[in-house]
């Protein structure tokens, strides 16, 4: 199973996607709208290639995390920019592997699989590509949190007391309503750290795993606690906990009264 490249779908998160201070879809896309056409004209050679890698990175934005790598050969794949991947992959350039001109070297970006190829269940990964088809940046950014993803279909079944399966995904309001609570990974206050969720960067820049501290909040822990970290409520974030918290409740509700029921009762 590769969750990378799909029929749908495509991520560039291990390649510093969402590594940079400004993360909202504007800034992220205009990135990588530069490095595309940058690249664009630039001769298929190791040589050319690592000069513009350079150079790119020179104007790079500021990064959220300055210990983890962003590789600037990242882009889009096709001319209406819905598709994110590796520009300097074989099949991006045309048959040259040009990969040792970014971050990493290419024997690493080959090899390499995210732990969401062991984590994610065959069901879980044609479901994700299904619900958010087209969506780039959405889709990294839910690919990458198997529990977030999995919260969120336990708060369904909880509401509905019917799994959520492929085949709910046929229904068009059920999946608007689904793809509308994973976008939950996005809502968040503006200047606010929560996009990366369970974690916030520390002072070396390294990621440091966040718990929400109910405790010292004076609340009882929500029940939705595990989403909520994960879209990193945590008030220390620059987040209102409660106002989240509504708002999961909000789109749980949504997604459970859109659930398709069949005529007969069964599910
Ligand atoms: S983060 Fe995982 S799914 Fe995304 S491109 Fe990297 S290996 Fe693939
Ligand atoms: S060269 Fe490697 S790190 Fe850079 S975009 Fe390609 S796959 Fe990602």
Not at 226 to 236: K, N, W
């Amino acid at each position: 199973m590769r969750l990378c490249q799909t029929a749908g779908a495509s991520c560039g998160a291990c390649c510093g996607l969402y590594n940079q201070r400004e993360l909202g879809r504007p800034a992220l896309r205009a990135e990588l709208t530069r490095r595309t056409r940058a690249l664009a004209r630039v001769p298929r050679t190791p040589e050319a290639f690592r000069a513009a890698a350079a150079s790119l990175a020179v104007d790079a934005p500021e990064p959220l995390f300055p210990s983890v790598r962003i590789c600037p050969l990242l882009g889009f794949l096709d001319a209406g920019e819905t598709r994110v991947g590796c520009l300097a992959h074989p099949r991006a350039t045309g048959g040259v592997d040009l990969r040792d001109c970014g971050v990493y070297d290419a024997e690493t970006c080959d090899a390499f699989l995210c732990p969401s190829h062991a984590w994610l269940s065959p069901d879980e990964a044609a479901l994700l590509d299904r619900a958010l088809a087209g969506d780039f940046h959405l889709y990294g950014l839910v690919v990458t949190d198997v529990p977030f993803l999995r919260a969120v279909l336990a708060g369904v079944a909880a509401r509905t007391g019917a799994k959520v399966e492929l085949r709910h995904l046929e229904d068009g309001p059920f999946r608007t309503a689904l793809r509308r609570l994973l976008a939950l990974k996005e809502e968040l206050a503006p200047g606010s750290e929560g996009l990366f969720g369970a974690f916030r960067p520390g002072h070396d820049g390294e990621p440091v795993p966040r718990r929400i501290d109910y405790g010292a909040l004076g609340a009882e822990q929500s029940p939705y606690d595990e989403i909520l970290t994960c879209v990193g409520a945590d008030p220390r974030s620059g987040n209102d906990l409660e106002a989240l918290e509504a708002e999961v409740a909000r789109r749980l509700d949504g997604a459970a009264s859109a659930f398709p029921r069949p005529p007969s009762g069964r599910r």
